[in-house]
């Protein structure tokens, strides 16, 4: 069975910083490309970043590139997502999810695998 089981969300201030992990089993996650997508409530769910199974190649949003960095671990299976400069525009559920190939796409429907969500809040 797939499982990709994320962490690390909260309520953080304007400015302030976070760190995702999405610990995945079920698949060979090294050979998988990895992603994270977010979905802020009345809004369609929108691409944040993604990496390749090496981690040589990575994308971000422009909405998030410079602040956010996209890693992953092969050796623990886990992909992580660290958030810094958080705006409240970057407040919503963030999903982790993965994708049978190991190049990166943008789009939700290039992923096979989708975590639960952690939720995201960023308020004052």
């Known amino acids: 069975e797939v499982q990709l089981v994320e962490s690390g969300g909260g309520l953080v201030q304007p400015g302030g910083s976070l760190r995702l992990s999405c610990a995945a089993s079920g698949f060979t996650f090294s050979t998988s490309a990895m992603g994270w997508f977010r979905q802020a409530p009345g809004k369609e769910r929108e691409f944040v970043a993604a990496?390749?199974?090496?981690?040589?190649?990575?994308s971000y949003a422009d909405s998030v590139k410079g602040r956010f960095t996209i890693s992953r671990d092969n050796a623990k299976n886990t992909v992580y997502l660290q958030m810094n400069s958080l705006k409240p525009e970057d407040t919503a559920v963030y999903y982790c999810?993965?994708?049978?190939?190991?190049?990166?796409?943008?789009?939700?429907?290039?992923?096979?695998?989708w975590g639960q969500g952690t939720q995201v809040t960023v308020s004052s």
């Open positions: 990496i390749s199974m090496s981690g040589g190649d990575i």
């Open positions: 999810t993965g994708r049978r190939a190991s190049f990166i796409r943008t789009m939700p429907d290039n992923y096979d695998y």
